[in-house]
């Protein structure tokens, strides 16, 4: 077993490639070095794990009923102005988003969402600060495709202006199984996964290798679920405070 990284390192990487049975990519490859290494050995069989890809084999969480399970919490608790910060360059988080607008569309279709892009050469502060400054009507909910972009929120905005954000429901697409979940200070609803599921599919893949012959995409999507703490208003309640 290598480690290597088909970026930093190319040379290294294509001389693994060309003597390895299985190449599993942790990071986010695109279609060019997937085929590339094909190329190098078209015998290799290849596994992405956590993103899709035109991989033999791609592991990654339910992206599509996670976007769908966050639009179900949120439309049940009387929500129709949403905010979700959006990520494109990140396949899984475009997938949540794309099931999220569909299934809101769906259940209310004059329901407002509104898109907080995080472009290239932006960091998260600055692509917040420029909607919370710009926007016409404040949204009763925000939806972050993954944690660590609501850690930012968290730190650089609720903790500065805690009462400016008091009545703003948080959701958010967690895994609170990495190490890096016990750093964060934030307790938001969230649909979370099991990290160690996608190693558990990524072994079982490795060591019962489909066959090669008819060389056809799989996509095994692990297990998602709500988790609720009470970050996510009821609409439907008198306000907090005014009962």
């Known amino acids: 077993c290598f480690a290597t990284d088909h970026r930093k390192n190319t040379r290294v990487f294509r001389n693994l490639a060309a003597e390895c049975d299985v190449a599993v990519f942790i990071s986010i490859p695109d279609e060019k070095i997937i085929e590339e290494v094909r190329k190098i050995n078209p015998e290799i069989y290849t596994i992405t794990i956590s993103t899709r890809s035109n991989a033999d084999v791609t592991i990654s969480p339910n992206n599509v009923l996670g976007g769908e399970l966050a639009a179900r919490h949120l439309h049940t608790m009387g929500h129709r102005h949403i905010a979700v910060h959006l990520s494109e360059t990140h396949p899984n ?34 692509a917040l600060r420029d909607y919370f400054e710009t926007a016409a009507v404040m949204p009763t909910a925000f939806f972050f495709l993954a944690g660590a972009f609501a850690e930012v ?22 895994r609170p199984e990495d190490w890096e979940y016990s750093m964060l200070h934030y307790n938001f609803d969230r649909i979370e996964f099991v990290s160690r599921d996608l190693l558990d599919w990524a072994e079982y893949y490795i060591t019962n290798r ?4 008819k060389r056809s995409p799989i996509h095994t999507n692990i297990n998602v679920h709500l988790v609720k703490t009470g970050s996510v208003i009821d609409l439907r309640q008198p306000p907090r405070g005014k009962e």
Do not use: H
């Not at 489909?210 to 012959?213: E, V, Y």
């Open 93 to 126: 988080r475009l997938d949540r988003y794309k099931a999220f607008y569909a299934e809101m569309k769906m259940l209310t279709t004059d329901c407002q969402i509104d898109i907080v892009e995080e472009k290239i050469g932006r960091n998260t502060v600055a």
């Open 210 to 213: 489909p066959m090669m012959k």
């Open 153 to 174: 929120f968290w730190k650089e905005f609720v903790n500065v202006q805690p009462e400016r954000f008091r009545d703003l429901s948080v959701i958010t697409f967690d």
